[in-house]
């Protein structure tokens, strides 16, 4: 069964850094691109960042280019996600999402998600 | 605003058809898959469509996708109060390099 667990989530002040982790399981991880994709309270999906499988292309969305650096360890089965420099309008819920091959394919899998709280 | 374009709210009674459309450009719907996914309330988005009509296993037939141009539609059959949800539709987005989705519909079963 695939797996996605993400952690790392929490409350932190404006200006702030994060770092989330999500450990796969389930399937050959180095296979396949990964993203994060957060959802604030009561509004949308949004894309923030993607890898590809080997982690040498990354993609991210306008609003949190060079401040969040994505990166994944297929040693370690582990995506995860840098946060420099937090912002109130970073407060979402963070899902880890598998891809079904390659960055331009859908998620097939989401993780349960991690709580990012931006607030002094 | 969202890159694609979804209305925000559609309804419909038990047992009936209803459709969401999803509006988008040449970068993004006009030259790549559209996929749609599914929200309950409560819980994370689940895949319901891919590449444009495709569906995983254990979607239902109920559900089903179709693409014209720039813009792609989500079908639902049969209606039931468990399909009330949000619905979302997603794609690459060539220019921006990046996945976008809309907006979000929420379906309300009466």
């Known amino acids: 069964e695939v797996q996605l667990l993400e952690s790392g989530g929490g409350l932190v002040q404006p200006g702030g850094s994060l770092r989330l982790s999500c450990a796969a399981s389930g399937f050959t991880f180095s296979t396949y691109a990964m993203s994060w994709v957060r959802q604030a309270p009561g509004k949308g999906l949004e894309w923030v960042s993607g890898i590809s499988a080997s982690g040498v292309s990354t993609y991210y969305a306008d609003s949190v280019k060079g401040r969040f650096t994505i990166s994944r360890d297929n040693s370690k089965d582990t995506l995860y996600l840098q946060m420099n420099s937090l912002r109130a309008e970073d407060t979402a819920a963070y899902y880890c999402a598998k891809q079904m091959a390659a960055i331009t394919y859908p998620f097939d899998c989401w993780g349960q998600g991690t709580p990012v709280t931006v607030s002094s | 605003q969202s890159v694609l374009t979804q209305p925000p709210s559609v309804s419909a009674a038990p047992g009936q058809k209803v459709t969401i459309s999803c509006s988008g450009s040449?970068?993004?719907?006009?030259?790549?898959?559209v996929s749609w996914y599914q929200q309950l309330p409560g819980t994370v988005p689940k895949l319901l469509i891919y590449?444009?009509?495709e569906r995983p296993s254990g979607i239902p037939d109920r559900f089903s996708g179709s693409k014209s141009g720039t813009s792609a539609t989500l079908g639902i059959t049969g209606l039931q109060t468990g399909d009330e949800a949000d619905y979302y539709c997603g794609t690459w987005d060539s220019s921006l390099s990046a996945v976008v989705f809309g907006g979000g519909t929420k379906l309300t079963v009466l």
């Open positions: 040449s970068s993004n719907i006009g030259n790549n898959y």
């Open positions: 590449e444009n009509n």
